[in-house]
């Protein structure tokens, strides 16, 4: 979706009652769109913070001598490429060992728990850095990786992309919805958000429990094997 199709999006529809919307035009105005490009900014942030849509795979190597492994382009240890900074590390798996493809249970190590099997310890200490207890040479591991998602450039333009998947766009008109009106003074426009935000919590749960974005039908070893690296 282009930033253009968005914001005419929201001035035919939830904004078509402001003056940000033209009056209903089909464009925001000039002087408003840097700004809601970062309300929008601000709601991709959050969104990818509520829900897990930017998965990523990054292989990586260990040396006896380093502890401490920083998920960045640019690292020497990386294996593969990674063009974007990561927001979470979701789990982690040594590729290197076939016993590890065959147990779920050490697979992925979820929510940064420390998991310690076969020798090794790992765990996340930050939000794109794993320290090692033991490292050994050469051996490859795989991290999952939530990705910080995409942000449109300031001054806007309006032919980017918006870094949302089709099944999400709902959602993020509801954050930066909630943003505009909660930005404007007035009784009217503080119920205006809260009714957007309700939206908001309202849809995410329905994607959740309704597994839109497919998350949990795979387990990690499919999802290692879609991306390649089984």
Known sequence: ??????????????????????EGSGEIIEKEQNRLASLTNAALKELNSRIAYKTHYVKFQTYANEVS???????????????????????????DDPATLE?????????????????????????????FDNPKDGEIYIAEVRLQPALLTIP??????VDVPPV?????????????????NGEMTVGKAQMFNGMFERALQNITDKDLLAESETDGRDRLREAGFV
């Open 168 to 184: 999400l766009e709902n959602l993020l008109t509801y954050l930066v919805c909630a943003r505009v009106y909660s930005g404007m």
């Open 1 to 22: 979706m282009l930033l253009r199709d968005f914001f005419q999006s929201l001035s035919y529809g939830e904004l078509s009652n402001l003056s940000i919307s033209g």
């Open 156 to 161: 806007a333009d309006l032919e980017e992309e």
């Open 103 to 131: 147990d779920e249970e050490y697979a992925l190590l979820m929510n940064t728990r420390n998991v310690i099997k076969q020798g090794f310890a790992v765990r996340a200490v930050g939000a794109d850095t794993l320290n």
């Open 69 to 95: 492994y920083l998920l960045k382009e640019g690292s020497p240890y990386l294996l593969s490429a990674l063009d974007r900074d990561v927001h979470k590390i979701v789990g982690v798996m040594r590729m």
